[in-house]
């Protein structure tokens, strides 16, 4: 059976109020040609479809067209689980219409799927956190563990009337879950587990939402099934492997969704597999549509001569400026006409001391001071769309101040 893994597509991501959503389109319409030139059986995608709860309609078009068309009228199996980004009650709504396309669509722990003819595709044993399937000829258990919230997990151990069971740590939980679930692994099937979570070693970067609280969400690699042949996590958006000897494997993000990711190449991975057998797994390379490109200039002339020198280029652009005063406005119109896709101008201003350049709010950008100042007061995470809103605002009330001073610019 040759599987596809990947994972953290995030659709209708944004970046500091610029829709990723050309991007994207560019991405989804490679993945189909990827899935198809390589003969995939089945597509797993390890969560995180969207950025928010609530995606913008383009999004969810752009997801359901994609799955139509890699699941080739039920001919090829799709598994699709829910991130700690989705909505899992609006991930699975089109679940009934996704069956007879070989489409499953998972949201919690608790969720099973029916058995049954799934396209081509069929599931011979299902219940709470598993399926069996089988395609042409070769049977599968699949251990699927959509993002265990706590308060998922919660719903989970609730039945158990041992206070102490009740009190174990969120890894000790997952690990439980996972023990349990490996019994239906057979030697004659091929083994494989799907989870969104954060294992911990692994490594982050800016742009994913954190899981983890202090480390109390953070599960240990002891946790994962040992007897799994490939553990398809989603999660971090760095591609890396968690455990080389159990086959752990992150796929990360299809495009950088932050500067921290532009040091390395985004990925999935396709795994040939056997029963009883290791796997063979080789990366496939996604193209980077649009860089995130970090400058660092040494004045205010050479942060205008810089965007001159990268006008014909489509990047997102980070400006770091050493410079002894603040800009003008005509000098930040003159940097935004040669180089229009602008994230963020940070000027490092000279004879302030390291202290104070660390606690100035020109090292953060708006949609983080905003994101901090709404979780502080409201205790929730901020919406995608409520973002967006404040980012257009803030453009709108600093488009007019002819004296703006860069510590209230972001693109």
Known sequence: MRILHTADWHLGKSLEGNSRLDEQEKFLEDFVNIVDENDVDLVIIAGDIYDTGNP????????????????????????????????????????PLADDH????????????????????????????????EMRGEKAVIIALPYPSEKRLN????????EEERQISYSEKVAQIFASLSS?????????AVSHLFVAGGKESDSERPIQLGGSM???????????????????????????????????SPIQ?????????????????KA??????????????????VFKCSSIEDAIETCRQNKDRDIWAYIEIETDRTLTQ??????????????????????????????????????????????????????????????????????????????NIGA
């Open 276 to 293: 009883g057998q290791e796997p063979d797994i080789r990366q496939v390379l996604f193209k980077n549509y649009k860089p995130i490109e």
């Open 56 to 95: 913008p309609a383009r999004a969810e078009k752009l997801f359901y067209s994609t799955l139509k068309k890699i699941s080739n009228g039920g001919k090829r199996a799709v598994l699709v689980i829910a991130g700690n980004h989705d909505n899992p009650e609006r991930l699975i709504a089109a679940g």
């Open 257 to 273: 969704y932050s500067k921290s990711e532009i040091g390395y190449s985004k990925c999935c991975f396709i795994v040939d597999i």
């Open 102 to 133: 070989g489409i499953i669509l998972l949201g919690t722990p608790k969720d099973v799927a029916e058995k049954g003819h799934y396209g081509d595709l069929l599931i011979n044993d299902s219940g709470e956190g598993y399926i069996e399937i």
């Open 330 to 407: 005509s000098e930040i119109k003159e940097m935004k006409e040669l180089l229009p896709d602008i994230v963020e101008i940070i000027p490092k201003i000279e004879g302030m001391d390291k202290e104070d350049e660390g606690l100035d709010m020109r090292e953060r950008s708006m949609e983080e001071l905003f994101r901090d100042f709404y979780m502080e007061k409201t205790g929730t995470e901020l919406s995608g769309e409520l973002m967006d809103l404040f980012l257009d605002i803030t453009k709108e009330e600093g488009g007019d101040d002819e004296t703006q001073d860069a510590e």
């Open 155 to 162: 719903e989970i151990f609730t039945e158990s009337t041992d």
């Open 184 to 192: 239906k692994y057979r030697e004659d099937t091929i083994n494989i």
């Open 218 to 252: 953070a599960v240990d690699v002891s946790a994962l099934p040992d007897k799994a042949q490939y553990i398809a996590l989603g999660h971090l958006h760095k591609p890396q492997i968690v455990s080389e000897r159990s086959n752990i494997y992150y796929a990360g």
